[in-house]
């Protein structure tokens, strides 16, 4: 166990030089990868996630394989491959890619979820597993499937931060 915690403190370390800010008691599986996040307290990532631009509320758990906000290309462009982009293309690429996706406090992302970049999760949120999240989902909402649709919405409204005061 004393192993295991040492390993997690070196991956936070190691994310938070890749442009991450992490809160207190973050939980890194092995193989997650992050770039420009922020992370609230208490977060557990899971086993081969990648997130990109993410602004994570505090208790938030993302299963394994969890990819939230990948880089995403601009269709009415005449070409799809950055490497030929003009200089104003690049531009126009750097401006899509640079919307933020937003997880609130206490969402519980399943296994091999896709949220696309831009999208907000309410807080108290669930997204089942192998869910494609292309729009916002609404707070305590129980979500799944391709694209994810709504289920019902929980019948619990307590956040941690309000139980735990």
């Known amino acids: 166990m004393a192993f295991e915690n040492l390993r997690n403190r070196i991956r936070v370390s190691l994310h938070a030089r890749r442009g991450n800010t992490f809160g207190k008691g973050v939980s890194l599986l092995p193989g997650a990868f992050l770039s420009g996040n922020t992370v609230g307290e208490h977060v557990r990532i899971g086993a081969d996630s990648r997130c990109f631009g993410v602004d994570i509320g505090d208790y938030v758990s993302l299963g394994p394989r969890v990819l939230i906000g990948e880089f995403e290309h601009p269709t009415a462009l005449p070409v799809?491959?950055?490497?030929?982009?003009?200089k104003d293309e690049h531009e126009e690429y750097r401006s899509i890619n640079k919307v933020r996706t937003?997880?609130?406090?206490d969402c519980w992302l399943g296994a091999n979820v896709f949220v696309r970049k831009g999208c907000r999760i309410g807080e108290g949120a669930i997204v089942g597993a192998g869910a494609i999240v292309l729009k916002d989902v609404d707070p305590f909402a129980i979500v799944a499937g391709a694209p994810a649709r709504l289920i019902r919405y929980r019948d619990s409204r307590t956040l941690p931060s309000e139980r735990l005061k």
């Not at 799809?80 to 003009?86: C, E, F, I, K, M």
């Not at 937003?102 to 406090?105: A, D, F, H, R, Y």
Request: glycine fraction near 10%.
């Open 80 to 86: 799809l491959s950055v490497a030929a982009y003009t």
């Open 102 to 105: 937003v997880l609130g406090e």
